[in-house]
Nanobody, 125 residues
């Protein structure tokens, strides 16, 4: 069993930065790859970024590539999402998920086994 806890969301102005954290509890977390997703009101949950379980490879959605960076601190069982140059269209609830498929390119949320509760990110113009 893996439990995920996101934090770091909040209100930011356009162009600002935020760092999200996803802390995992559960011995098995080291065997899972991790992805960040987001969901805006009335929209489906969409892939943002993923990292493999060894923090050796990552993958990004085109709309965040070059602005966001995902990383994983294995010792702390925590995955981060550094978000720079934020835009109003980045406003959403951000979720981290753990998937048994050891790839940073697991884009389908149905392939994830565990989810956190989400953290709200709101970017004002």
């Amino acid at each position: 069993q893996v439990h995920l806890f996101e934090s770091g969301g909040g209100l930011a102005q356009s162009g600002a930065s935020l760092r999200l954290s996803c802390e995992a509890r559960g011995r098995a977390f080291s065997t899972y790859a991790t992805g960040w997703f987001r969901q805006a009101p009335g929209k489906e949950r969409e892939f943002v970024a993923g990292v493999d379980r060894y923090n050796q490879s990552d993958h990004y959605a085109d709309f965040v590539r070059g602005r966001f960076a995902i990383s994983r601190d294995i010792a702390k069982a925590t995955v981060y999402l550094q978000m720079n140059s934020l835009k109003p269209e980045d406003t959403a609830v951000y979720y981290c998920g753990a998937t048994r498929y050891d790839s940073p390119e697991v884009l389908d949320p149905n392939e994830y086994d565990y989810w956190g509760q989400g953290t709200q990110v709101t970017v004002s113009p």
